[in-house]
Structures are given as C-alpha cells and as structure tokens.
C-alpha cells in the first residue's frame, strides 16, 4: 500500500499554484497556461472552452476575450465561471470556480498591445463565434486592417477585453497509484476571508 498521507499540503492556495504552474511551464511540450474556461446560459445551459491564463495571482486568474463572442454573451448575464488546468505529463488537474470581473481599460489596452501586431490585428477583424460566410471574408477584413494601419499598434477594439475569475473554490488533483487519487480542496465565501481546506474522497 502506498504512502498514506497527502502529497497536497494544506498551504495558501496560491502558493500551491504557483508550485504547480511552475512545475507545468518547466513540464508541459505546448501551452501550460491553457485552460477550459465553463460558463453558463441564462437559462442554465452549460458550455466549455479553452482559453489562455494571461494572468494570476492573489486577486485570481485573467483572460481575454471577445465580449460579444458566445462565451461573453454568456459572461455579460452570468458573470460566474469555471477553471480546469489538467497538465497530462504531470498527471494533476486544478479545478477552480468563482464570480468574474472585467478587467480596466488601461488592463486590456495594455495587453492588446503586448501582443504580435498580426494577432492584435486578427482579434479585431474577428466576430468571434458569429457565422463566417467564407474564410476569404476574415482574410479580406485581416488585410483591410493591415492597410488602413500599415504601422504601430492596431487600436483595441472596446469588446475585446479580459475577465479576472476571482476564486471561492480551488481544488488540486493528483494521480495516485491504482487510482487512489488524491484531491484537496480549498473554499472561501468571500475575497478576503480566510480559506478553509478539507480532503475530498477521489
Ligand atoms: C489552446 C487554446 C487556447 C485558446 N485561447 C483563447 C483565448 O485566450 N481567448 C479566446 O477568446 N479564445 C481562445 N481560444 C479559442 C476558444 O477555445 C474558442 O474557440 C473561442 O474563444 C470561441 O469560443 P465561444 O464561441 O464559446 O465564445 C483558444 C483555443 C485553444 C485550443
């Protein structure tokens, strides 16, 4: 029988998963900052996505988007989501679920313009998630932008912006042998307020 005590210590949550990610970006071939972002319909319906973390920290997680794609539709009535990480050579998922906030303009303005001038020039001549009648016609839009700013930043369109998932629940996963996995959750009813941790059957 394996060891009986958790591999996941009951510390600050961040700080773990600052320990996790680190190991992930040291770990992972492509992509460690990618996560399925869940978010619902008014009426309940539940969808899933990946996304890019663009940012984290003790305030929570960030990440960008278009505002007026289905995913913000859905953020713009139910401004409550979910994180999953899962790092498949590190065998761990982390799951983790609160209420959103849009970031600043002076946030997303920022980050638009860290971003390769042909990707900033590509989210805006994007209608994300709206019917494209030919891939000729996105491609036309690329090019009409390139044109009318043939130099310097590309100005950020006001619906393309960042949401910050401020946490109430962050769960660690790990793969144990024979599947006696090992799961610790941390929970907090409010930003600010301490968080409680228990182990969770797997
Ligand atoms: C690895 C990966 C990372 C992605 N990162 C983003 C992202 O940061 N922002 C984004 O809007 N879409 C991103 N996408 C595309 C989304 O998964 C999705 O196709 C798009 O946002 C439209 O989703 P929606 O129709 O639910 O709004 C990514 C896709 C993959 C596979």
Redesign the pocket.
Known sequence: MQNDQSTIPATDPFALFEVWYGEARASEPN?PN?MALGTASPDGFP?V????LKGHGPDGFV????AE????EQIRANMRAALLFHWKSLRRQIRIEGPLSEVSEAEADAYFHSRPRVSQIGSAASD??RPLPARHVYLDRVTALEERYPEGDIPRPPHWTGFLLSPRRIEFWSDREFRLHDRRLFTRDSEGEAWSNTLLYP
């Open positions: 992509d990618a969808s996505r990946m996304v890019l990440f960008y988007t278009n794609s289905r995913k913000g994300q998630s």
